[in-house]
């Protein structure tokens, strides 16, 4: 019989614990699949994120490393110098990224670091219990904007690839999002270019992924790729935003 | 073996390259600016990597990083840097990543001054992070031991996987004095087999981390470290007793302040007052024995340090109520004279 469906050698073979419908669990398959495809399984080591992704290093098959809130970028950073030779990538959440990480990503960024960071935009904590999060949108409801995100208040949304790409340092930036067939595979051609980079020394990629929490947005998980497609996508708009040019 | 003359700063920083020192990552602070300095200017040319890192957090996460994969690493700032950095040690404990972290100690609190001090002790013998844990810290009082420290204290790292840190102070840092860098032979170490280096054929993944979500695993967790910090208490102690033998009285001092404290001592001596100086060089653990060596014969004890009394905990600790303990101390970056301790001296025979 032909094998068309199996666990990418870059995965565990063990239980997730991500809900239902999480874009965590998808994403990881791609990160996965594209280390296999490019043989780097075993030269790699990830940072995982303080987020739902915490316990990425008990799913990815690669050796990883738990990095405080925010400063995964620093520790790839830390690896990387130590040994150039093999991959490094950091796994982060909006929160830890763009909120408390924030310094850590933009230096990161602008010192072209020779990493990869996989940036999972969900809009909201998710693992603390759906906090407002730096890339809520205005009026979204959280648990610490009750009455909707109101930019009086909280100002307003960040955009990470956008932001970055005024940046020197960066060989590779790109928004995807995770809602249909077309979309998780640009996601992953994305990941695999991201990584390329790396591999070609051309320095710091991110890809960011637009990605459904549909726990902490009280929603079912089809309406929840329903509201990355028609919401998250006006806010965040998909594409590459930076690249090298060819020749 | 050849003598030179080095200001701390730059001394320490040369004893990491020949300690085999890979990396290093830091933020500009004053006092300790020469290290980095010359770290930037040396660590290219000798095959290591030199990063001034955006913040004090980066920089000891970007340890974090590297002591994770397996090299030795070095970091270091002075007291509102250390401060910064508390998140990042607690995480380097918990994860058991060996390392080296210079603090030269400024006036606090808050951005306080630049001058000498020794007000972070509390921060740096009691965890200073959150969570149950402690580092081994050295505290050296000539730039001679401050070279020799280095070299041990990247080896205490590595021997029992967990940070070290080098507590000096302004002074220390600034001072200029003859140095020798002593050849020294290997110490037999641990293989770093828990480092991730990329798998690179191995079956299972190596893994870094300090979140155990169940407590009975990070109850576990925590008790192994314990024993490993009981086994640092018992065998990694370390200080000096000078003019100890017939002296019935007895002053203690770290660091830079040992060394006026010594002169206090022996103008007391030329005075007919039998009085000898105990001097730790390991901060934590607290060399208790030195006190149980002298406790037989002595009156009192005086403990001088800069800042309002905070070693003079351990002292009492140590000395568990057997005889007066006094303390004296300069504050925000003043420091004491031979004079002044020495009056402090006959005032503790005159009350004892
Ligand atoms: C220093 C620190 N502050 C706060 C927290 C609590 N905390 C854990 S996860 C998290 C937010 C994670 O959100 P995000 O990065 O968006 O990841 P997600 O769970 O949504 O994937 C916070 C605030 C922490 N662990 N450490
Ligand atoms: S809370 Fe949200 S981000 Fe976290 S696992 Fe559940 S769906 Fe995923
Ligand atoms: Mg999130």
């Avoid at chain 2, 100690?105 to 002790?121: E, F, K, T």
């Avoid at chain 2, 024995?289 to 070693?311: D, H, I, N, R, W």
């Avoid at chain 2, 568990?320 to 009056?343: D, K, Q």
Wanted: net charge neutral; charged share 25%.
């Amino acid at each position: 019989m032909k094998v068309v469906f199996e666990r990418p050698k870059s995965l565990q073979a063990t239980k997730t614990h991500y809900c239902p419908g999480c874009g965590h669990g998808v994403i990881h398959r791609l990160v996965a699949e594209v280390m296999d495809e490019l043989g780097i399984q075993d030269k790699t080591i990830g940072v995982a994120p303080v987020g739902c992704a915490v316990l990425a290093y008990n799913y990815f098959d690669c050796d990883m490393q738990q990095a405080a809130h925010g400063r995964a970028p620093a520790v790839a950073t830390g690896i990387k110098r130590a040994l150039p030779d093999r991959v490094v990538f950091t796994y982060q959440g909006d929160g830890d990224l763009a909120a408390i990480g924030t310094a850590e990503i933009v230096h990161a960024a602008a010192r072209g670091e020779n990493i990869t960071v996989i940036f999972v935009n969900n809009a909201i904590y998710g693992m603390t219990g759906g906090q407002m999060a730096p890339t809520t949108l205005v009026g979204q409801k959280t648990e610490t904007s009750p009455y909707g995100r109101d930019p009086q208040i909280a100002g307003y949304p960040i955009r990470v690839c956008e932001m970055l790409a005024t940046l020197d340092g960066p060989s590779f930036l790109a928004r995807a999002e995770l809602t249909d067939v077309k979309n998780i595979n640009k996601t992953k051609s994305y990941i695999k270019k991201a990584f390329e980079m790396q591999l070609s020394g051309k320095g710091f990629s991110l890809v960011e992924i637009l990605s459904p929490c549909p726990t902490n947005w009280g929603m079912k998980p089809k309406d929840a790729v329903d509201w990355v497609k028609n919401e998250m996508v006006k806010v965040f708009p998909p594409g590459v935003f930076k690249e090298p040019k060819e020749g | 073996m050849e003598k030179v003359l080095m200001k701390g700063n730059e001394a320490l920083a040369e004893a990491a390259i020949r300690a085999g020192c890979k990396c290093f990552f830091g933020y500009p602070i004053t006092p300790q600016s020469e290290l980095p300095a010359y770290l930037a200017r040396e660590m290219p040319k000798r095959g290591g990597v030199f990063l001034q890192a955006e913040s004090e957090v980066a920089a000891i996460n970007m340890v974090y990083g590297a002591a994770g994969a397996g090299v030795r690493v070095m970091t270091s700032s002075s007291s509102p840097g250390i401060s910064l950095k508390q998140e990042g040690i607690s995480y380097l404990c918990g994860a058991e990543l060996p390392c080296v972290i210079v603090n030269i100690m400024r006036g606090g609190p808050g951005l306080g001054d630049i001058q000498p001090a020794q007000s972070d002790y509390f921060q740096a013998t009691r965890g200073g992070g959150h969570g149950d844990y402690r580092t081994i810290v050295l505290a050296p009082s000539s730039v001679q031991e401050l070279v020799d420290l280095v070299y041990d204290a990247f080896d205490l790292a590595d021997m029992y996987r967990n940070p070290v840190l080098i507590l000096g102070d302004g002074i220390l840092g600034q001072m200029m004095e003859p140095v020798v860098f002593k050849e020294r032979p290997a110490r037999q170490l641990p293989p770093k087999d828990w480092a991730t280096t990329g798998k690179m054929g191995r079956q299972k993944p190596n893994v870094i981390n300090s979140l155990y979500l169940d407590p009975v695993k990070l109850e576990e967790h925590n008790l192994k470290l314990f024993k490993k910090y009981q086994e640092i208490e018992a065998k990694e102690a370390r200080y000096e007793i000078l003019n100890g033998d017939d002296a019935e009285y007895f002053v203690i001092a770290y660091g830079i302040c040992a060394r006026i404290a010594h002169a206090a001592v022996e103008m007391a001596r030329e005075e007919g007052i039998k009085v000898g100086l105990i001097r730790p060089i390991t901060l934590w653990p607290y060399p208790k024995k030195a006190f149980e060596e002298v406790l037989p014969k002595a009156k009192a004890f005086l403990t001088v340090e800069l800042s309002l009394g905070q070693m003079v905990e351990d002292v009492k600790l140590s000395v568990e109520g057997r005889a007066p303990v006094y303390f004296y101390g300069r504050t925000g970056g003043m420091v004491p004279t031979a004079e002044e301790i020495f009056e402090e001296i006959k005032k503790m025979r005159g009350l004892s």
